[in-house]
Structures are given as C-alpha cells and as structure tokens.
C-alpha cells in the first residue's frame, strides 16, 4: 500500500472541467454468470512497464526532478502488483449496481435523514470541502469523500443496497473478458478520467458521470479514476489464491477493508480496473468514495 500512495503524490495532469447537472444515479443489472478476475503475469510485466513509463513521464512533480524520477522508478516493480495475481475465473450470481458514484449532493440527503456526521478529513483541514453541513455549489454533483467504510455502509443500507463485493465490483469494471480498464486495453486519456493531478480544493475532483467515454461494458461510469471506491471485504495480500470460484466476499476478518478503482491522485498505471489496496476502514480521506450495490431480485 505505501507504494500505491508513494505513486499517488508524484504525477500531476490537465486542468479539470467545471461542474454539471448530476444525472439521476440508476441501478445497473449485472448477469448473472463467469467472468475473469484478477491478473497473470504477463499482465503484471505489462502495468509494471506503464508505470516505469508513467515515471518518466516530465509532467508535474517529476519535471526535472531526477531524485523524485528515480524514486519512482524503484517503486515499479512487479510485488507492487502481486496482489492481483493470479488471474482466475469467478461464477457470481446476478446483481445491481450504481451507475454513478455517491455525490455530495447524494450524501447531503442522507446526513439529513439519520442525522449523521458530515464528511470531514481528520487529518488536514485543507481536504475538507464541505462547509459544516452545507455542500458548496462547485462540488454538489463531486463524488462525496471523507466518509469511512462504516460511513459507506450506512449510506448503502439507508439508500436500499449494500457496499460490493471485490468480485461483485471488478465485474461492473472489467466485463466478463477481463479487460484491463473499464473502456478496454488502451492506456487512460484525461477524455477517459480524473487522474494524476494534484490536490487543487473543488477542482480537484470531476462531477459524477463526466466521463462518457470511461464506461464499463456494463455501462457504469467513473470505475477508474476519480476516487477509489469501499467494497465490503477485508484486505488480503493473497486472497485470490484461495479464493472460491463461486461468489467470494472476502477474508473473513483482516485489519484493512479493500477500496478499488484508483483516484484523481494516481498515475495510470495503478488505475486499471484489477488494482486492489487496503485501507483502515476507519479512515476519512480525500480520495475514497461510494458505490452501492443490491442482490437482484428473483
């Protein structure tokens, strides 16, 4: 996990677009059936090798920076990865999904509702967005951060669903095919998401369904980018190793819960749709958010 957050402070990209009108947030169906999960080796060599080149890249922090370049570089090495490893095939029985991220505006609802706290980062009150309990305009239809697994939770049980699972989560992204971003093979674009920028307050983050060329095959939108995302396992480094084939849910306890999907902090390399990390589940910072999903029904 420290490489992945090493990783995150060192790229910066393009400016972002200004907030929009959020679309209704949907549910998606997923099929029930097969799809490939995780990754091989050959998959490990390839994101390995994007991430030397995302390092060489002289954008934002590294320009010119040979010390910063260098220390980049030695985090790209393949157990940077491993935790995907191996690929496999997972059976998962069908399921719903949320189109689009939890924005503010969302989580404003729900605060109201149950009478819960406001997000707040608790470390560094420059990451704080909201003021008090009001959400400001610029970031009304920004995916909420700041909120902890426990926050999560209650925000998916309060709007009728759940958080996903890891499986449940990697399936909406990849496909059945396994592909290696939610919109195919090819390398992320700033027209496909919010990555590698620095922390600019309410420009730091794009509105919720900005990206129309980012969606999955499922048509479900922001998997990669923008902010990482709660799922409802426990961390294991080597999980997949002994993972069940059919509707895994995770570790049955750990220290850290699994977020996935990358942020607007991280370079495109760890942005593909089988990068995993784990975070203490108590943390509020400013690069997780939500998605919730429900059983489908029958």
């Not at 400001?136 to 909420?144: F, K, S, Y």
């Amino acid at each position: 996990m420290k490489a992945v957050v090493f990783l995150t402070m060192l790229l910066a990209a393009a400016a972002m677009p200004v907030a929009g009108e959020q679309p209704t947030n949907s549910w998606v169906l997923i099929p029930a059936g097969e799809f490939v999960m995780g990754s091989s080796p050959q998959d490990v060599d390839l994101v390995t090798l994007l991430c030397e080149t995302d390092c060489t890249t002289k954008t934002g922090d590294l320009m010119g920076d040979v010390e910063a370049l260098r220390l980049c570089r030695g985090q790209c090495k393949p157990e940077m990865f491993g935790n995907e490893t191996p690929v496999h095939r997972v059976y998962l029985n069908a399921y719903s999904i949320n189109t689009f991220l939890v924005s503010n505006a969302q989580y404003r609802e729900f605060i109201l509702a149950k009478d819960r706290r406001a997000p707040r980062n608790e470390s560094r009150a420059k990451y704080t967005l909201w003021k008090g309990d009001s959400v400001p305009e610029a970031i009304m239809h920004q995916p909420v951060i700041n909120v902890s697994w426990y926050d999560a939770r209650a925000y998916c049980r309060w709007a009728g669903g759940r958080l996903p699972t890891e499986a449940e989560w990697e399936k909406a992204a990849r496909g059945p095919d396994g592909l290696r971003y939610p919109w195919g093979n090819e390398a992320p674009t700033p027209s496909h998401a919010n990555y590698g920028r620095p922390w600019s307050g309410d420009k730091t983050l794009t509105p919720v369904g900005h990206f129309e060329r980012s969606k999955s095959p499922y048509g479900i939108h922001d998997m990669s980018g923008n902010v990482w995302q709660w799922t409802n396992d426990w961390y294991a480094e080597h999980y997949y190793k002994e993972s069940p084939k059919k509707n895994p849910t995770g570790p049955k306890r750990g220290r850290n819960k699994t977020v996935r999907g990358g942020s607007w902090i991280n370079i495109p390399a760890v942005i593909h749709s089988a990068s995993r990390v784990g975070y203490d589940p108590l943390n509020r910072i400013y690069d997780i958010g939500i998605r919730c999903t429900k059983d489908a029904k029958g």
